[in-house]
């Protein structure tokens, strides 16, 4: 896929609307356009990666970056205490529809494990 493709490389480019809560050096957050909990929230790098198995020796950093945004938003949306889920899918078979690695950070309902 190349960035032109890309919706999340559109978001980042201000192509398509998003409701952008969190913004860093490597990393934005939006809301997701179809919310499976009361905060569905997407972390996503700035630079374009399509799937996890796309990662390069060196991207630890822009990984790190993901984990770091989604600490930050926990504790703004007031999930710190009550627990929160962040999931990362790799390939259609695990339910990856947008090839743009993307955290996604799940809370405000309980959150039952195995998933899907
Ligand atoms: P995946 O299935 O790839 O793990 O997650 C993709 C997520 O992106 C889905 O939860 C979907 O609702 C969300 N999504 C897809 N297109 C858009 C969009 O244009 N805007 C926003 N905010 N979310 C989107
Ligand atoms: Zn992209």
């Given at each position: 896929m190349i960035r032109e493709d890309c919706m999340f490389c559109r978001i980042l480019d201000g192509e398509i609307p998003a409701d952008i809560i969190h913004e860093s050096d490597a990393a934005i957050a939006?809301?997701?356009?179809?919310?499976q909990a009361p905060t569905h929230v997407l972390i996503i790098p700035r630079r374009h990666i399509s799937t996890i198995?796309?990662?390069?020796?060196?991207d630890e950093e822009v990984v790190g970056s993901l984990f770091m945004a989604a600490k930050d938003i926990a504790q703004q949306e007031g999930l710190a205490e009550d627990g929160y889920r962040v999931v990362m899918n790799c390939g259609e078979g695990a339910g990856q529809s947008v090839f743009h690695i993307h955290l996604h950070l799940l809370g405000g309902r309980l959150l039952n494990w195995p998933p899907g």
């Open positions: 939006f809301r997701d356009i179809n919310p198995n796309d990662l390069d020796a060196g």
